[in-house]
């Protein structure tokens, strides 16, 4: 069994930063590629960073310059650096975790950015 939990969220003024953090515990030995994904409101989920075993990184191209994803492997840790925030980066995150045959979420941490 795999559990994520998500922290850092909170409510920030436009153009402000926050630090998402996920920490994994259980049986995290096929952990393939770790991710961020976020859910605004009234819409669907979307993939915002991935980092792989061997740190290649992608991006959503709406935040492409402003967020940066890394992992730490001896934390069982993945962390989402969020700068120069934008309204329209509110939502919940969540962390997600890859596995062979299937993805682990964590809760949710809420982000809102007021203009």
């Known amino acids: 069994q795999v559990q994520l939990v998500e922290s850092g969220g909170g409510l920030v003024q436009a153009g402000g930063s926050l630090r998402l953090s996920c920490v994994a515990s259980g049986t995290i030995s096929y952990i393939n590629a770790m991710a961020w994904y976020r859910q605004a409101p009234g819409k669907q989920r979307e993939l915002v960073a991935r980092i792989s075993t061997s740190s290649n990184t992608n991006y959503a191209d709406s935040v492409k310059g402003r967020f940066t994803i890394s992992r730490d492997n001896a934390k069982n840790s993945v962390y989402l650096q969020m700068n120069g925030l934008k309204p329209e980066d509110t939502g919940v995150y969540f962390c997600?975790?890859?596995?062979?045959?299937?993805?682990?979420w964590g809760q949710g941490t809420q982000v809102t950015v007021s203009s």
């Open positions: 997600t975790a890859v596995f062979p045959f299937r993805d682990y």
